[in-house]
């Protein structure tokens, strides 16, 4: 299984990246996504996730009405749209997959089965 994050890059506050998680070695289609992030000097935490028939989403409240998640299961890819950017939102952004039931989105990165090498985000003033 391999999950290919990409997208990051530098942006300046305020602006907006897109970020993609292509998978591959695993039936998508019925996995729940997530996208995690870890700043420096600090803990790996929930970003967003999407169940796998992305009838259900659910953001840490920090990133709401501000970020979306979706997903192309033709395409085997998750996305995660980041706009309104802040400089505490500089961090690397993983992505996970897990073996979910339908229409559930995980929240705890210990119940995730697999995960991406990470992409930097970083946010400038």
């Known amino acids: 299984v391999q999950l290919q994050a990409s997208g990051g890059g530098l942006v300046q506050a305020g602006g907006s990246l897109r970020l993609s998680c292509a998978a591959s070695?695993?039936?998508?289609?019925?996995?729940?996504m997530g996208w995690f992030r870890q700043a420096p000097g600090k803990e790996r935490e929930f970003v967003a996730g999407?169940?796998?028939?992305?009838?259900?989403?659910y953001y840490t409240d920090s990133v709401k009405g501000r970020f979306t998640i979706s997903r192309d299961n033709a395409e085997n890819t998750v996305y995660l749209q980041l706009s309104s950017l802040k400089l505490d939102d500089t961090a690397v952004y993983y992505c996970?997959?897990?073996?979910?039931?339908?229409?559930?989105?995980?929240?705890?990165?210990?119940?995730?089965?697999?995960w991406g090498q990470g992409t930097l985000v970083t946010v400038s003033s």
């Open positions: 996970a997959a897990d073996d979910a039931p339908s229409g559930y989105v995980v929240v705890d990165q210990d119940e995730y089965d697999y």
């Open positions: 070695g695993l039936t998508f289609s019925r996995y729940a």
């Open positions: 999407i169940s796998w028939g992305a009838d259900t989403t």
